[in-house]
């Protein structure tokens, strides 16, 4: 519960608010500086040395196909002359087929290892990147892919709930919110259902709340 208050307390664009990801376990939100309008969240793990390992969550109107975007991406990278990318193919994720890249840089701490996986849906492109030390690689790695995995894009916020009963309770709950006068009541209904899907991971547990407190207390 602690970790869903201090969600809460942030202030972050929540543009694909129906796109969620589960972070590696016991990763910190990461309290970015100056980030890319895309961006809509980030974790942070603990490395080796002072370069933490990274993930985040972007989104980006797009016109084009999953392989002209990654297309688009790769030339883009390419123009700086210390990145090397590479194309590694077809990546499976929760909400269907999306494409994961590779890339090297240099930096103060040493060589950092990104990986970038793609899904374009609709109108509409999501990127998950990691960074990590080239050290660390592949102490993370496993973590990494199985967190791109788990990539959904959803038309809801009860549709990735797996028991049919569960999915069923929690969207007449989340549909009856702000109806009555009892808010606090209802907030802490919310929460508690909230806590009971953790499996659904952090980021998923912070947007439902943020639109849930927005729909309770007509904020």
Known sequence: MQLI??????????????????PPAGWEIAQMKN????????????????????INL???????????????????????PTVKWRDLGKFQMKSG??????MTNTSPWGEIKILQAFFVAGDQAYILTAA????DFLKFQNQILKSFESLTVAE????????????????????????????????????????????????????????GHAKIYND
């Open 35 to 54: 980030p890319s309008p895309h961006v809509q969240i980030g974790f942070l793990g603990k490395g080796s040395g002072e370069f933490r390992p990274s």
């Open 156 to 211: 809801n916020f009860w549709s990735p709930i797996a028991d049919p009963a569960k999915r069923a309770e929690f969207e007449a709950l989340f549909s009856s919110l702000g109806v009555t006068e009892e808010h606090d009541a209802e907030w802490e209904t919310l929460q508690r259902q909230v806590v009971s899907h953790s499996s659904l991971g952090p980021y998923w547990q912070f947007l439902v709340l943020q639109e």
């Open 97 to 102: 087929e999306g494409r994961i890249a590779e």
């Open 58 to 80: 972007a989104v980006e109107e797009v016109d084009v196909s999953l392989k002209e975007y990654v297309k688009a991406v790769k030339e883009l990278q390419l123009a700086e």
């Open 5 to 22: 208050l201090l969600f809460l307390s942030l202030f972050l664009f929540a543009e694909a608010k129906h796109c969620t990801f589960i």
């Open 132 to 135: 990590i030390l080239k050290e």
